[in-house]
């Protein structure tokens, strides 16, 4: 079943190294994302054959600003619960 992700990116990403921002006031909403899982709008707001926003079901959230991919540290809202990029898969971020 398809659903509407909302992508957040880190104001100053550390990519996982020391800390990671606080949530929310440390990051800033970058795209709106129609996908199947956490897995599929890592995979569509990355650049791998094309800009990310490019890609078929991604809404960027300020008309004409361009972004890097989302990675380490970044934030993804599926509904009300915030998964943050891990390593390897995402980790939930408390309240």
Same mark, same amino acid.
Do not use: C, Q
């Given at each position: 079943?398809?659903?509407?992700?909302?992508?957040?990116?880190?104001?100053?990403?550390?990519?996982?190294f020391l800390y990671h921002p606080p949530w929310p006031e440390g990051y800033v909403l970058v795209a709106e994302v129609i996908a199947r899982s956490l897995d599929g709008v890592f995979s569509l707001t990355n650049h791998?054959?094309? $800009?990310?926003?490019?890609?078929?079901?991604?809404t960027l959230a300020v008309s004409g600003k361009k972004y890097r991919s989302t990675s380490v540290g970044d934030v993804i809202m599926d509904g009300e619960e915030v998964h943050r990029v891990a390593g390897i898969g995402f980790?939930?971020?408390? $309240?």
């Amino acid at each position: 079943m398809l659903k509407v992700f909302k992508v957040y990116h880190a104001i100053k990403p550390t990519f996982g190294f020391l800390y990671h921002p606080p949530w929310p006031e440390g990051y800033v909403l970058v795209a709106e994302v129609i996908a199947r899982s956490l897995d599929g709008v890592f995979s569509l707001t990355n650049h791998i054959d094309r $800009p990310w926003w490019n890609n078929d079901g991604v809404t960027l959230a300020v008309s004409g600003k361009k972004y890097r991919s989302t990675s380490v540290g970044d934030v993804i809202m599926d509904g009300e619960e915030v998964h943050r990029v891990a390593g390897i898969g995402f980790e939930r971020v408390e $309240p």
